[in-house]
Each structure stands twice: as structure tokens, then as C-alpha cells.
């Protein structure tokens, strides 16, 4: 996962961002290709043997066999999910905000039913993310994920006020799918908290409320988050 300091990795199809691609492809080097799609905070996850199978495509998800390939994601507080079946050599990158939780069960659902893997193979690493500590959210949304992600994935602090974690949420997902918990991995950095990332809350946080979401991206750093096999 690239860090704030590596600039903004933002991608829509038809943009020209040259820190990105000067970034990425020094990732990637010559042998292998940048697999992306343009994020929309949905569950859609696509299974890919080339990168150009993604052109003009929308999603949050991307798995794939072809070990040439690098399939990326972007994120600024929302979780990246890096997936591995190395039995069946199948693997991917997923971004999991509120709105797309529930994406990695997609994303189990297609390494089994397109590569035929089995639960019990499938490694995720859930990245770093905005956690419970600065997830701060309404009653109606916490509501909401208790109910779908168990009670754990809800926090409240002493005032009463609410916050999300989306590693209990996914955890939650995982287990439920039958993934052993010593295949997941859940890196503890809070985006928000530490400095080193870009975050969408502590960079837009002095920002008037009123202002168009299309301006606001400017604030605030997305990076890249990818799955690289090696042999
Ligand atoms: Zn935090």
C-alpha cells in the first residue's frame, strides 16, 4: 500500500495521473501490468485473466489467477482487503468502506465458484484503515451494521456516541463464510490517527460541510493498495 508521502493515486477512467502511474509502474516493473477499475463503493468484484478485460469498467474488487498481474484498489480511510488462495494460486485486492462491507464475501463467493477454491484456503489481510477510534458515525448507521455485522462491529464511547469498525465487521463476514481465523490478518494502524496515510476525515475535517464532494477530493490523499504474487 503506498503511503501519503507517495502523493495522490486517485483513478477514473480517462484521467491522466502521472504520480500514479510513475509510482505504479515502478511497483510493477516490467513483467507484470496494473490491473484497475474505477471504485464506486459498491460489492461488484471482477474475476480477470488481463487487465484490459477491466477497461471502462466500474467495481471494488478484482481477483485473479494471471501472476502477472497486479490488481490495485484505492483508499482513504476505507479498507483495503488483500486475498490469497495459494492452493489454487488465486488472488486479489478489495476496497471496503461502509457502504461496499460485505464485498468480501463477494470476493470468497467468486475465488470458489470461478477458481474453484476452497473456504478453508482463502488467507485476507484487512489493511490499513480508519478504525473505531476516529469512525465516528450516526445512530441510524451503527444501527444498521449491528444488525447485518454483529454487535461487535459497533463501538460507543462514554457521551454515547457511536463508531464503526469495519476489521470486526469483515472478521465478522469471514467467519461466517468459514475462513479460519489464523488465515486473517488485520493490520492495526488507524488511517485517521496516523499521519503517515492520507485519510479522507483528518484531511477534509476543517473543510466547510457544505462544500460538493468534487471539490473536496482535492483535500485529501487516495493510495494505491495491491496484491503482488511471489512464487
Ligand atoms: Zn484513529
Same mark, same amino acid.
Given at each position: 500500500?503506498?503511503?501519503?508521502?507517495?502523493?495522490?493515486m486517485?483513478?477514473?477512467?480517462?484521467?491522466?495521473?502521472?504520480?500514479r502511474?510513475?509510482?505504479?509502474?515502478?511497483?510493477?516493473?516490467?513483467?507484470?501490468?496494473?490491473?484497475?477499475?474505477?471504485? *464506486?463503493?459498491?460489492?461488484?468484484?471482477?474475476? +480477470?485473466?488481463?487487465a484490459?478485460?477491466?477497461?471502462?469498467?466500474?467495481?471494488?474488487?478484482?481477483?485473479?489467477?494471471?501472476?502477472?498481474?497486479?490488481?490495485?484498489?484505492? +483508499?482513504?480511510?476505507c479498507? $483495503?482487503?488483500?486475498?490469497?488462495?495459494?492452493?489454487?494460486?488465486v488472488?486479489?485486492?478489495?476496497?471496503?468502506?461502509?457502504?461496499?462491507?460485505?464485498?468480501?464475501?463477494?470476493? +470468497?463467493?467468486?475465488?470458489?465458484?470461478?477458481?474453484?477454491s476452497?473456504?478453508?484456503? *482463502?488467507?485476507?489481510?484487512?489493511? $490499513?484503515?480508519?478504525?473505531?477510534c476516529?469512525y465516528?458515525?450516526?445512530?441510524?448507521?451503527?444501527?444498521?451494521?449491528?444488525?447485518?455485522?454483529?454487535?461487535?462491529?459497533?463501538? /460507543?464511547?462514554?457521551?454515547? /456516541?457511536?463508531?464503526?469498525?469495519?476489521?470486526?465487521?469483515?472478521?465478522?463476514?469471514?467467519?461466517?463464510?468459514?475462513?479460519?481465523?489464523?488465515?486473517?490478518?488485520?493490520?492495526?494502524?488507524c488511517?485517521?490517527?496516523?499521519?503517515?496515510?492520507?485519510s479522507?476525515?483528518r484531511? /477534509?475535517?476543517?473543510?466547510?460541510?457544505?462544500?460538493?464532494?468534487?471539490?473536496?477530493?482535492?483535500?485529501?490523499?487516495?493510495?494505491?493498495?495491491w496484491?503482488?504474487?511471489?512464487?
Amino acid at each position: 500500500m503506498s503511503l501519503l508521502s507517495a502523493g495522490n493515486m486517485r483513478f477514473e477512467w480517462g484521467m491522466h495521473n502521472p504520480a500514479r502511474e510513475k509510482f505504479l509502474s515502478e511497483n510493477a516493473g516490467s513483467s507484470h501490468k496494473i490491473a484497475a477499475v474505477e471504485l *464506486i463503493h459498491s460489492k461488484t468484484v471482477y474475476s +480477470v485473466n488481463s487487465a484490459q478485460e477491466l477497461n471502462g469498467l466500474k467495481g471494488d474488487g478484482i481477483l485473479t489467477q494471471n501472476k502477472a498481474l497486479i490488481p490495485v484498489v484505492t +483508499v482513504a480511510d476505507c479498507m $483495503p482487503l488483500f486475498l490469497c488462495d495459494p492452493v489454487r494460486g488465486v488472488f486479489g485486492t478489495l476496497h471496503s468502506g461502509w457502504k461496499g462491507t460485505g464485498i468480501v464475501l463477494e470476493a +470468497v463467493h467468486t475465488a470458489v465458484n470461478v477458481y474453484g477454491s476452497s473456504v478453508k484456503d *482463502i488467507c485476507v489481510v484487512m489493511g $490499513p484503515h480508519i478504525h473505531s477510534c476516529c469512525y465516528k458515525v450516526d445512530d441510524s448507521r451503527a444501527a444498521l451494521f449491528s444488525s447485518e455485522f454483529g454487535s461487535e462491529s459497533v463501538a /460507543t464511547f462514554s457521551d454515547g /456516541t457511536k463508531s464503526l469498525s469495519l476489521a470486526a465487521a469483515n472478521l465478522f463476514l469471514l467467519r461466517k463464510a468459514g475462513v479460519p481465523d489464523e488465515n486473517i490478518c488485520i493490520r492495526n494502524e488507524c488511517t485517521c490517527c496516523d499521519k503517515r496515510f492520507g485519510s479522507f476525515r483528518r484531511q /477534509t475535517a476543517g473543510l466547510p460541510s457544505d462544500m460538493p464532494f468534487c471539490e473536496r477530493k482535492n483535500y485529501f490523499t487516495v493510495q494505491a493498495a495491491w496484491t503482488k504474487w511471489s512464487d
